[in-house]
């Protein structure tokens, strides 16, 4: 169907002849149609970054994609913050993190992803969204766009949006739930740490959401990227081409695929932050406060509180020996519970105690 559209937009293109004297309008501004096979979210991320880097500055283009089950978080987000991680490991659910700004969203293959790239000289942040809002009006949906440039239908958001802007270029791209698995997606936004950390990276806005099955049957991923290409021809040009792209076995786009599946993206990105938590022992309640940032411990207190009783001899030793251990260390499993290893080893319960608590809490499955 696409490629089909795409005959019929380059058929109408015809030879043009000008009479002397008569008023020549400017050729109509290039545009581009990329459609992904690929549901690798690492695969096709790396592609939308390759558009913007090395398409024409001038040029408008269109990249349709899907993904597998994944978060997408943005690229200030804090993963510990934003997602549940260990349920995610649970039910298959891979996290990714994009290069632009916005909140954490949930992908799988009864959504639709849609990317924008135009000059950013007329970028405009509804632009896009207004696109796409008329491609469903088109098929009887009475979505509109909120004042949080989201596509939303009855007060339900359907579609979120995020940005990107370079010296020449900007893009919008935005998700469009058709019929995801809303299930799957329930609590798999919802961190263990919920409450206990203080970020500085960009928070979530949870919105109510529905799928758009729910206000139309016939609406598929075929469909709804029909509509959509339809939209952008009538309000830039019709794409001389639509390319149905593999981004997965692209070899323009390995390395920042390569890149963007590292632990260094995916949790060494993330802005500093503090994890605080305590817990009660019969000996006495410790509080714990551990400081992170772009993914290494910078700064660890453990204690107990002013107010308290003397702690047993020796806690306050022990508590600087646990800091001092996890200073500089990884806010991965294995490097803290490696750090932990001579503690948790020693002949000491108390500190065998102390670290398998510690180790709990720092602890998030790398997914």
Not at 91 to 97: H, K, Q
Not at 267 to 291: C, D, K, M, N
Request: charged residues 20%.
């Amino acid at each position: 169907m696409l490629l089909g559209l795409s005959l019929r937009c380059r058929a109408g293109l015809g030879r043009l002849h000008f009479r002397r004297g008569m008023h020549i309008s400017p050729p109509p501004p290039k545009t581009l149609c990329y459609v992904s096979v690929c549901t690798d979210p690492y695969a096709n991320l790396a592609f939308e970054d390759w558009i913007l880097r090395n398409s024409d500055p001038e040029s408008y283009v269109l990249y349709l994609w899907r993904n597998r089950p994944s978060i997408v978080i943005g690229r200030n987000q804090n993963p510990w913050k934003e997602c549940n991680l260990a349920l995610m490991a649970e039910r298959d659910v891979v996290l990714a993190r994009r290069s632009s700004g916005g909140g954490a969203v949930y992908h799988d293959l009864g959504n639709t992803n849609y990317t924008v790239v135009m000059p950013r000289e007329v970028f405009a942040r509804d632009m896009c969204a207004e696109m796409v809002a008329k491609a469903l009006q088109a098929s009887d949906i009475p979505a509109y766009v909120n004042a949080r440039h989201d596509v939303a239908v009855d007060g339900l958001k359907i579609s979120g949006s995020a940005f990107k802007l370079t010296k020449l270029r900007a893009f919008h791209h935005g998700t469009m739930l058709i019929e995801a698995d809303l299930t799957r997606l329930h609590g798999c936004l919802k961190s263990q740490a919920h409450g206990c950390i203080e970020a500085k990276g960009v928070a979530s806005v949870p919105s109510p959401v529905v799928n758009l099955r729910d206000y139309s049957l016939s609406l598929d991923h075929s469909s709804f990227c029909d509509s959509v290409l339809r939209q952008f021809a009538d309000a830039f040009a019709p794409p001389g081409n639509v390319a149905v792209v593999d981004t997965l076995s692209d070899p323009r786009t390995a390395d920042e695929r390569r890149r963007i599946q590292t632990w260094d993206w995916l949790y060494g990105q993330t802005p500093e932050f503090t994890h605080r938590f305590h817990r009660p022992f019969a000996w006495a309640t410790v509080f714990a406060s551990v400081t992170a940032r772009h993914g290494r411990i910078t700064d660890v207190s453990v204690g107990t509180a002013e107010s308290a009783l003397q702690p047993p001899p020796g806690s306050r030793l022990l508590f600087a020996d646990i800091a001092a251990r996890l200073k500089d260390v990884r806010y991965h499993p294995s490097d803290i519970s490696e750090s932990m290893m001579p503690l948790i080893d020693s002949d000491n319960p108390r500190a065998s105690e102390l670290c398998d608590w510690l180790i709990s809490n720092l602890s998030f499955p790398a997914v």
